[in-house]
């Protein structure tokens, strides 16, 4: 894919679909209040619920819709279903407690990968990338940079599984660093797909 059908396909994607995103932003920030300040089973259940759903929603509009390309069909969507399965699947079988941790560098770094992904918008800003090409935070990119967060913060008490199948898509963003698509934004992408591989070998004989 060239790199202005990329960009017209994701404007495309937002004029059709904002009320949809808006009400997703909303779910997740109060989502990850409820992580941040309410750890709990509830808290637990519906952020795995919203999680199924985001990557669901990710893998059947998204990818299948609105930016149609080999990468988005082949890797994207049976990576996002796998995804979303899974979190499905975690909601009974309880192997993922999400919460912040208490204190220290992992505290911090949670925190700030929350945050990068909920700005990429703003991020994207500066680089030329305005309303509506612009990558909004529940885009893939940025909702994979959000769920490998959680899960990174939750180790060793998460799933083993669902965080194994997000490494791939966070790995994929490296040629975007290197301007593919024009999508520096995407740096961020790599960089949590990095993060959460030195977690999860950190924690491996941990995690269930």
Not at 152 to 168: N, R, S
Request: hydrophobic share 55%; net charge positive.
């Amino acid at each position: 894919m060239d790199t202005s059908t990329f960009w017209n396909q994701i404007a495309t994607y937002n004029q059709k679909t904002w009320p949809v995103q808006a009400l997703m932003i909303i779910a997740a920030a109060y989502l990850t209040y409820r992580v941040f300040a309410k750890p709990g089973a509830k808290t637990d259940i519906w952020m795995k619920a919203f999680l199924a759903f985001a990557f669901a929603w990710n893998a059947a509009v998204f990818f299948l819709v609105f930016v149609r390309n080999p990468i988005s069909t082949f890797t994207g969507v049976p990576l996002f279903i796998l995804v979303s399965a899974l979190f499905v699947v975690d909601i009974f079988a309880g192997k993922t407690h999400f919460r912040l941790p208490e204190g220290g560098w992992m505290r911090r770094l949670t925190i700030a990968w929350v945050l990068l992904a909920a700005l990429y918008p703003l991020i994207g800003w500066p680089l030329g990338h305005t309303w509506p090409e612009v990558l909004l935070p529940l885009f893939p990119c940025p909702l994979t940079v959000f769920a490998t967060a959680l899960l990174a913060a939750a180790a060793p008490d998460t799933d083993k599984k669902v965080f194994i199948a997000l490494l791939p898509w966070g790995l994929m963003g490296l040629p975007k660093c290197f301007g593919a698509l024009d999508c520096y934004e995407d740096c961020i992408l790599f960089a949590g797909g990095v993060y959460g591989l030195i977690v999860l070998i950190k924690n491996w004989r941990l995690i269930k």
